[in-house]
């Protein structure tokens, strides 16, 4: 299986590295299909989450070398 690796800015940065599945379950979404739309669909909940924080959590896949 194919692995990604996320990684999050904000006030707790860290990296989550695991299959679609894995990361689907460790961020609570269940409907989606590709991993663009996992990143998408986080944002979107710490978008809405932190709406009147400062520093807020930005979250993007890291590119493969």
Same mark, same amino acid.
């Given at each position: 299986? *194919?692995? %990604?690796?996320?990684?999050? %800015? &904000?006030?707790?940065? &860290?990296?989550?590295? &695991?299959?679609? !599945?894995?990361?689907?379950? %460790?961020? &609570?979404? @269940? *409907?989606?299909?590709?991993?663009?739309?996992?990143? !998408? *669909?986080?944002? *979107?909940?710490?978008?809405?989450?932190?709406?009147?924080? %400062? !520093?807020?959590?930005?979250?993007?896949?890291? @590119?493969?070398?």
């Amino acid at each position: 299986m *194919k692995t %990604y690796t996320l990684v999050k %800015y &904000g006030r707790r940065d &860290g990296e989550v590295t &695991g299959d679609l !599945n894995y990361l689907k379950d %460790y961020f &609570g979404i @269940k *409907k989606t299909t590709t991993i663009t739309a996992l990143v !998408n *669909k986080v944002q *979107k909940q710490y978008d809405e989450r932190e709406a009147a924080c %400062y !520093n807020r959590t930005f979250i993007k896949l890291k @590119k493969e070398e």
